[in-house]
């Protein structure tokens, strides 16, 4: 017997929903009818229609992550997940340019700065000091904010070049650790 998986029932459910709808007009009611679930299904796997945005993108990056091989570069990996936000282009641009509840770039926010303050400690074996933190949440805040103006503005750029303006605007102080 197949086992569905829950959460990216849902997932799949809010990218699909997000053809036709706004994100911000699809209820967890249109989730659970167009899944042909329980309100309560939802709530065990989500805490709100948030939690399932930033799963979609999470489980996306994983998934782009496991396609990468020893060696590749941060530009192969940006390409990769421009070209996930391409392949499901209105739910990521409805997702990433809303603010407030339910935004994408929060959620992306957070992660990447996350990310890349455990990367600088494991590289260092230090603990990251506030002035590196800083310009870790500078960089990431810019290239969301760029990243949104590129969905807003119809993604026209190729993932490669906006890859390459990303990787082109890294500050100084934080290119050795992203190598």
């Known amino acids: 017997m197949l086992k569905l998986d829950t959460k990216q029932v849902f997932a799949d459910a809010i990218v699909e929903l997000c053809k036709t709808k706004p994100l911000e007009k699809i209820t967890v009611q249109n989730l659970t009818d167009f899944c042909g679930a329980g309100r309560q299904t939802f709530y065990n796997h989500f805490k709100d229609k948030e939690d399932l945005v930033g799963y979609v993108f999470i489980s996306d990056e994983k998934k782009c992550i496991a396609k990468l091989e020893k060696g590749d570069t941060v530009k192969e990996q940006l390409v990769l997940i421009l070209n996930t936000f391409m392949e499901k282009k209105q ?83 934080l290119k050795k650790y992203l190598d």
């Not at 340019?97 to 957070?110: A, C, K, P, R, Y």
């Not at 455990?118 to 002035?131: L, M, R």
């Open 91 to 173: 739910f990521y641009i409805s997702a990433y340019i809303t603010h407030g509840q339910n935004s994408l770039g929060d959620v992306i926010f957070e992660h990447y700065v996350d990310y890349y303050v455990k990367k600088i400690a494991e590289k260092t074996e230090n603990e990251v000091d506030e002035n590196l933190k800083n310009a870790i949440r500078f960089y990431c805040y810019g290239s969301i904010g760029f990243v949104r103006c590129w969905m807003k503005e119809g993604m026209r750029l190729s993932s490669e070049k906006m890859a390459d303006i990303i990787i082109d605007n890294i500050p100084e102080r």
